[in-house]
């Protein structure tokens, strides 16, 4: 494979560059659901050129087999429980290439009210010694929803 570096010159070798990257690109999402940006880079990293990339990434967009919304909304629901707020699951996006717009939207579609409570409520316990208006600030700063943040000082009294 790293002869793809020295495929330049003829189309012919050059198709099949694109070939290689398509075929790598395959096995690697029959593994797992992959975001573009982060399959682009794995792609890279074994050796392909970032034209036969490019060109494979948008193929396989286009057949449907990589999708960063999709990529979004699994990676988020997988992560729910763990994560401690909203805006540590966006930082999660993306640190993994995900466009803000896509993972806001991902997020909006995965976590309903219940599961943003539950989290809240994970979080304020940890900061139960907090000041009423310093846990709201963190609430707030940490991605939590007005109405999230409302419930939960409207159950306190």
Not at 91 to 99: E, H, K, Q, S
Request: charge should be positive; charged fraction near 25%; glycine fraction near 6%.
């Amino acid at each position: 494979m790293n002869n793809l570096n020295n495929l330049q010159n003829n189309p012919k070798e050059n198709f099949s560059a694109g070939k290689q990257a398509e075929k790598i690109a395959l096995r690697l999402i029959a593994r797992a659901e992959q975001s573009s940006a982060g399959l682009a880079r794995k792609l890279e990293m074994r050796g392909c050129e970032p034209s036969s990339v490019k060109e494979a990434i948008a193929r396989l967009t286009e057949q449907g087999l990589i999708n960063d919304g999709r990529f979004a909304r699994l990676w988020l629901q997988s992560r729910l429980r763990l994560s401690r707020t909203p805006k540590r699951l966006l930082a999660g996006l993306y640190a993994r290439g995900i466009p803000r717009d896509i993972a806001q939207t991902a997020l909006d579609e995965v976590l309903d009210e219940n599961t943003e409570f539950a989290m809240l409520l994970r979080f304020a316990k940890k900061h139960a010694k907090k000041a009423p208006e310093q846990l709201k600030y963190m609430l707030k700063s940490e991605g939590f929803s007005g109405q999230a943040i409302n419930s939960y000082f409207i159950a306190l009294t």
